[in-house]
């Protein structure tokens, strides 16, 4: 038997370091450190990221066991599994909560023998980014229709026994297997994107990786033969899902779930807030929230009331707008904040109207965000270019404010540089936008396809390489261009944490 101690902030990041080659500037504190176990380190590992996400998944993982343990524990008082929330308290998810009615009305029809299992989904793929409530849903969902929620997902199969695939085998059989006994339910697999693409597959765990996804294809057809279970599956990279599992008859049915709009943001705050602050107004809340998740105006309200407990005294206005607690040092900061002013101001000048908020607040692996629409009507390679300008004008705004750049516009495939050169590849390989005038069209990329195109077509890796190298000298001299705006913006974003699109365009004109 071999005894681990626990890890301390420092150990955690070199851990960070020695998977991702890159240094972290986020420090974990002691307790968080503390709670990191080797099955966490391993889930938390993802393609392309770097220190700072890898130690951010970390986070999010304790985060979800420490909320499916609490769960697990009220459940177990209250002797019920049913929860609290209904469909008609989701927000913002239109479509999916339309799904979720028309499932309601054919579950009750179906228990009442007026309608046949054969007319039912065979299985329901939600994908949105992190936060957005795919979760929610699910529970919603399964407490509209009155009947069980079984959870399952790839880390907590994986996290059973020693680990081994006979383990994880058996937990994922034994999840499907109660959902089948306890119809009519609905079976969730969260984060089945964790799963493997099989054709991909090339590592010494190849045949391990395999059987596993083999096994889930096979649970799913004998659960979608069986009557009473409804399979719904959640994943934040529906691209990144082997293409057997959405085919018809597996997830057949694809809803995506965006970022909140502000009519959404406002009723998810009035319904957390109930009758407390009933003449609130909510728009400063509704400007601090722009671009945030679901989730992060919930935990918004519940860090709210933590404020006005450990004061003593009733909520106020002001609990709801005062800066939460950051984790971040200020070096880490500063550079987020640049960054996302060099996107707003270059946006703002290149697509004026196009940006609705601009945040440096941390959500999911994300440090920061634009909230906005640059990419709309982009019909023209002179559209294209400004796109590549605005994705590289963050670390544009770095090199000149900063004298340097940081890993911050690169790591996973929703980074800045997968993002312009996905964009860049097929304005050249399937958009007839081919600066050498080639109309062959070879086939519209993917995140997961992409790099493989510019590893064996070495002449188009130099076009894309021109077209990246071409922006980011635009995108540099824009920033030199507009630089007290940038330096106004990123300052304002320090202070504030979150700037909406009037703003950032105002002080474009002071510039």
């Not at 769960?71 to 979720?100: H, N, P, W, Y």
């Not at 590592?203 to 979608?224: K, T």
């Not at 599992?245 to 959404?264: F, N, Y």
């Not at 190298?469 to 261009?481: F, G, S």
């Amino acid at each position: 038997m071999l005894d681990l101690l626990p890890l301390t902030p420092a150990m955690a990041a070199e851990v960070a370091h020695r998977l991702t080659g890159s240094l972290s500037t986020l420090l974990l504190d002691a307790d968080q450190a503390t709670a990191l176990t080797p099955r966490v380190l391993r889930l938390a590992r993802r393609p392309g990221q770097d220190a700072d996400a890898y130690l951010t998944k970390t986070l999010d993982i304790l985060e979800r066991d420490r909320q499916a343990a609490a769960l697990s524990a009220r459940r177990k008082t209250q002797g019920r599994s049913a929860s609290d929330i209904t469909l008609d308290r989701l927000f913002g998810m239109d479509e999916a909560v339309a799904l979720g009615r028309d499932l309601v009305r054919d579950l009750a029809a179906y228990a009442a023998g007026q309608l046949g299992w054969s007319q039912m989904p065979r299985g329901i793929l939600l994908s949105g980014p992190p936060g957005c409530g795919k979760t929610a849903f699910a529970s919603a969902l399964a407490a509209s229709c009155k009947v069980p929620l079984i959870h399952g997902s790839y880390a907590a199969w994986h996290a059973t026994g020693s680990g081994h695939q006979g383990d994880f085998l058996i937990a994922m059989g034994r999840a499907f297997a109660e959902a089948v006994s306890r119809a009519p339910a609905v079976l969730f697999i969260d984060e089945v994107d964790s799963f493997p693409v099989r054709e991909t597959l090339t590592h010494r765990q190849r045949e391990y990786s395999i059987q596993v996804v083999n096994a889930l294809l096979a649970e799913i057809d004998g659960v979608a033969g069986r009557e009473g279970v409804v399979i719904l599956a959640a994943c934040n990279h529906p691209h990144m899902l082997d293409p057997a599992l959405v085919r018809s008859g597996r997830l057949e049915r694809h809803i995506r779930i965006g970022r909140l709009d502000r009519a959404a943001r406002a009723r998810i705050l009035r319904d957390c807030l109930g009758a407390e602050l009933p003449d609130l107004d909510l728009e400063p809340v509704l400007i601090k929230t722009e671009g945030a998740s679901g989730a992060d105006v919930v935990r918004l309200v519940r860090d709210a009331r933590g404020r006005a407990r450990a004061a003593g005294r009733s909520l106020v206005a002001a609990d709801l707008v005062a800066a939460p607690t950051e984790i971040r040092s200020e070096r880490h900061l500063r550079t987020v904040a640049v960054h996302e002013a060099g996107h707003a101001v270059a946006a703002c000048v290149l697509r004026p109207g196009s940006v609705r908020a601009v945040s440096i607040r941390a959500a999911g692996e994300a440090s920061g965000r634009l909230v906005g629409e640059i990419g709309r009507d982009c019909l023209t390679a002179v559209d294209i270019a400004d796109v590549l300008v605005i994705l590289l004008a963050g670390r544009a705004a770095e090199l000149e404010l900063l004298g340097m750049a940081s890993v911050g516009a690169g790591g996973s495939d929703t980074s800045d540089l997968a993002h312009a050169t996905l964009l860049a590849t097929n304005s050249i390989v399937s958009l007839g936008l081919d600066p050498g005038g080639s109309l062959v069209w070879r086939g519209h990329q993917t995140a997961s396809s992409v790099t493989s195109v510019l590893a064996y077509s070495p002449a188009i890796e130099a076009q894309v390489r021109d077209m990246l190298d071409h922006a980011l000298a635009a995108a540099r001299n824009l920033v030199r261009q507009y630089l007290g705006a940038v330096e106004r913006l990123s300052g304002l974003l320090l202070r504030e944490g979150s700037v909406d699109g009037e703003m950032a365009q105002r002080l474009l004109g002071e510039n």
